[in-house]
């Protein structure tokens, strides 16, 4: 009861504290504005200034969130996945360290998502630079080229669940599935392209594990068959597993499936 009381206390605090913070940050701005500006306030130039200093606020947001953005919207999801689950597979605990797993699967996205990259900075980054478009439009066509690659790698099922959450949420019919991704809402798209990455790479990290599960149980049954009941299987197969990767040349077929499972529909 009290800590329902002292919520409630609070948030009444922050709503009749809210018209100060307000006054607070208009006074920010115009503090700014007099450091880096002689103009007069209301004026044209005082009114531009505050509003490069909103949009400088905006990218460093931006650049406080793109870790998750490229989580979230490029292949370093599934990748990532992929090779912790063979770690596992392999029985190694920290043999690669995360930061090996974390680079390779950074670099190898990278390379998948090279002409995603190259047609959101033709498109929309080096026009904003050249001032030839709007920031508006910019953000538009950078994301343009996310949004193809995100629905070509994105299950139409998963597409029409978030879609039907969304228009349930806003009390409306639920749409037909789009035939197109501009078509399609970053609302849905989104979270659809997570659970569709998440699907495939437990996916493949299953297939990756039955090899493996099958050298530990025939280790197994050659140690119990022995008598050697109090050695551990793990500690034997260990070796086994480990030259069977190397000898069927395991990372080269498996960065070789997973980039080629994104390469031809890279950039939509």
């Known amino acids: 009861m009290n800590r329902s009381l002292l919520l409630f206390a609070t948030g009444a605090l922050a709503l009749a504290a809210w018209p100060a913070l307000a006054q607070d940050g208009a006074g920010v701005l ?109 953000i538009a066509r950078i994301g343009d080229p996310f949004r193809a690659f995100m629905f070509a790698n994105t299950r139409p099922r998963d597409i029409e669940l978030f879609q039907g959450l969304a228009a349930r949420a806003d009390g409306a019919e639920p749409e037909p599935l789009p035939e197109t991704a501009e078509a399609t809402s970053w609302r849905s798209l989104i979270p659809a392209f997570m659970i569709s990455e998440l699907r495939r790479a437990f996916s493949i990290g299953f297939l990756i594990y039955l090899p493996f599960v099958a050298i530990d149980l025939i280790v197994a049954s050659v140690l119990m068959s022995a008598g050697m009941m109090m050695l551990p299987p793990v500690l034997i197969s260990l070796p086994f597993k480990v030259i069977f990767f190397v000898l069927i040349d395991g990372w080269y077929m498996l960065a070789g499936s997973l980039m080629e499972s994104y390469v031809p529909l890279a950039g939509g």
Request: charged share 15%; hydrophobic share 50%; aromatic share 8%.
């Open 30 to 138: 115009d503090a700014l504005g007099d450091v880096f500006s002689d103009a007069a306030p209301g004026s044209d130039e005082r009114a531009s200034l505050s509003g490069r200093i909103i949009q400088l606020v905006a990218l460093m947001t931006v650049l406080s969130i793109a870790p998750g953005l490229l989580m979230i919207m490029t292949s370093f999801t599934r990748f990532v996945i992929v090779f912790s689950i063979l770690r596992s597979a392999l029985g190694l605990n920290q043999t690669p360290p995360n930061m090996v797993l974390s680079s390779m699967a950074l670099f190898m996205t990278f390379f998948v998502m090279q002409p995603v990259f190259e047609d959101a900075w033709e498109g929309g980054l080096q026009p904003l630079m050249n001032n030839a478009i709007t920031e508006e439009q910019a």
